[in-house]
C-alpha cells in the first residue's frame, strides 16, 4: 500500500503563509495498491480538488479512472471537495462511493450528490460524465477483492462516523476520525438529585467496553491516522463532547495497542505550523528499535507499507 495525504486539516480548509508546512486543506487520503491497480481514496474534503488533477495527468492516460471513496463521515469538511474531483466530469470514470448515513430519509447519494445542484454549484448531479455509485456502510467485515479485506468501526463523533481498517498482504491500515474517547453520559455525582446508580455504573462499563473495542480495532496496525485535534488543555477547558481527540490519549493508545506508525491528523484550523512544531517535540517520537513511531501528518507526505 502506498499512502499519501493530499488534506490533513479539520473543520475547514486554511490556506496561507502560516499553514504552508503542514497543509490547509481538509481530510483526504490516497491509499493506492500498483501491484493490482487499485486506488481507495478515504474522505472527499478539500483536498481531494489537488488529488483529482493529479489522477487526470497520471491515470487518466493510461484508461479510464476507477476508484473507490470511503467517507469517515459526511460532515462538510469531509464532502465539500467532492464537486471539484475533476475525475466525476470525465466520460468513463467510474467512481463508488461508502459511508455511513444517520438519517435515513437522506441517502449517501442525496447528501453528497446534493451539494451538485443549482442552489450550491453550477452544475446538477445528473449532469455529470461519469458513473457514480453510492454503498450504504455499517459496522463490520467486507471483502472488497483483490486480497483487500476492509473491517469497520463506529466512532465517537456527534453524527454517525466510521473507522476503517484495510488489510492488504500483511499489512494493516486503521484509520480513526473523526472521534474522541466514549464516556460515561449519565449523571456520576451522587449528591444529585437525578442521580442513578445502576445507570451511572452501567454508563462506565459501555464506556469503558467501547474504548477497548476501539482498541483492539486499531491493534497492531503498521499505520494508524487518528484524529488529535486538541491538547488535553484545550479538550478539557470546552471541547469535550465535539468528536475530536487529544494527544495525551491518543499517543499513549497506540503505544499501548504495538501501533507501529501513528500519523496526528485532522488539525485544528487556528493551528500555525509554529504551533504544530512545538507541540511535535512533545509528543512525536521516532523509537531507535522497536516501538510506536509518532509524528504529525503533513499534505504531499507519502508513507509506503
Known amino acids: 500500500m502506498k499512502i499519501r495525504f493530499w488534506g490533513v486539516r479539520g473543520s475547514i480548509p486554511c ?9 490547509g486543506n481538509t481530510a483526504c487520503l490516497e ?29 487518466l492516460p493510461k484508461g479510464p479512472i476507477r476508484t473507490e471513496i ?27 462511493v461508502y459511508g455511513p448515513v444517520s438519517y435515513e430519509e437522506d441517502t449517501l447519494e442525496k447528501i453528497v450528490g446534493g451539494q451538485l445542484t443549482y442552489r450550491y454549484f453550477p452544475v446538477r448531479e445528473k449532469e455529470l460524465s461519469a458513473s457514480i455509485t ?13 486480497g483487500i479485506k476492509l473491517s469497520t ?9 466510521l ?7 500483511g499489512k494493516v491500515l486503521c484509520t480513526a476520525y473523526d472521534t474522541e474517547p466514549f464516556h460515561n453520559l449519565f449523571i456520576t455525582d451522587p449528591a444529585h438529585p437525578s442521580y442513578d446508580e445502576i445507570m451511572a455504573l452501567e ?6 467496553e467501547q474504548n477497548e473495542v476501539l482498541e483492539n480495532f486499531v491493534a497492531g496496525a503498521d499505520l494508524l491516522i487518528h484524529d488529535c485535534q486538541y491538547s488535553a488543555d484545550e479538550y478539557e477547558a470546552g471541547k469535550k463532547g465535539w468528536g ?35 507541540f511535535a517535540e512533545t509528543y512525536c517520537r521516532k523509537p531507535e528499535k522497536d516501538g510506536t513511531s509518532i509524528f504529525f501528518a503533513q499534505e504531499g507526505m507519502e508513507i509506503t507499507l
Open 244 to 278: 475530536h481527540s487529544y494527544f495525551e490519549y491518543v499517543c499513549p493508545m497506540a503505544i499501548r495497542c504495538n501501533v507501529k506508525s501513528l500519523a496526528l491528523f485532522h488539525h485544528d484550523p487556528m493551528r500555525s505550523d509554529e504551533q504544530l512544531d512545538k
Open 15 to 23: 490556506p496561507g503563509p502560516l499553514t504552508m508546512k503542514y497543509g
Open 153 to 161: 468501526k463506529y466512532l465517537n463523533h456527534p453524527i454517525l462516523c
Open 31 to 59: 491509499i493506492r495498491f500498483p501491484d493490482i491497480d487499485r486506488v481507495i481514496i478515504i474522505d472527499a474534503g478539500s483536498g481531494i480538488r489537488e488529488l483529482g488533477n493529479f489522477m487526470m495527468q497520471h491515470d
Open 70 to 96: 470511503f467517507l469517515s463521515h459526511t460532515h462538510w469538511d469531509h464532502i465539500m471537495g467532492f464537486p471539484f474531483f475533476t475525475p466525476i466530469y470525465i466520460p468513463g470514470t467510474k467512481v463508488k
Open 163 to 169: 473507522g476503517y481498517r484495510f488489510e492488504y498482504q
Open 203 to 208: 454508563g462506565e462499563q459501555v464506556a469503558q
Open 134 to 146: 453510492y454503498v450504504d456502510l455499517k459496522e463490520g467485515q467486507f471483502d472488497l477483492g483483490d
